[in-house]
């Protein structure tokens, strides 16, 4: 799919088939998930990372399907097509926000989110107790919804942060890596 003709749809489909949350509502109760999380795990932020990655795995399995009524899409033929239907389609109608897609490696197989606002992170300070700005990655929901969406269409990858504004960095960058095309297969219960 053409980027344009991808913006168009993104933007269309957000105008007009897409219900509405606050986005005051979303992010207060995001942060109050993060925060208990924090206290649950007594802030060991990389078990909280874990979690909010677990978590957004199984969202993510779930919102593919919901990414494909209201697009009527088709599954992408590149890992380029792919990137690109996740920046202008995927976040626009499910968050109406548009990262850029940048820094490609040379064998097209990693590409950058980056992202120039998150509402994920609006209000938020991080804990100032001198861990959170190196350990803590707030939004690591959205490492796992990409695993788990990518998952349900045959492709493994890795997903990670490399920056975020709430650490003081100038740019917030996921970072996508393709390990594999994975072939149809049944859940290992299912015979």
Sequence with gaps: MATAKAARVGEEIWKTRVDKVNAELVTLTYGTVVAQLCSDYDSNYGEVNKQLDKMGYNIGMRLIEDYFAKTGSQRCTSL????????????KIFLNITPSVTNWSSDNKQFSLVFEENPLADFVELPDDGKSQDELWFSNIFCGVLRGALEMVQMQVEVHFVSDVLRGDETTEMRVTLIRYMEDELPPDDE
């Design 80 to 91: 380029r097509e792919t990137a690109d239907a996740i920046s202008r389609i995927g976040f």
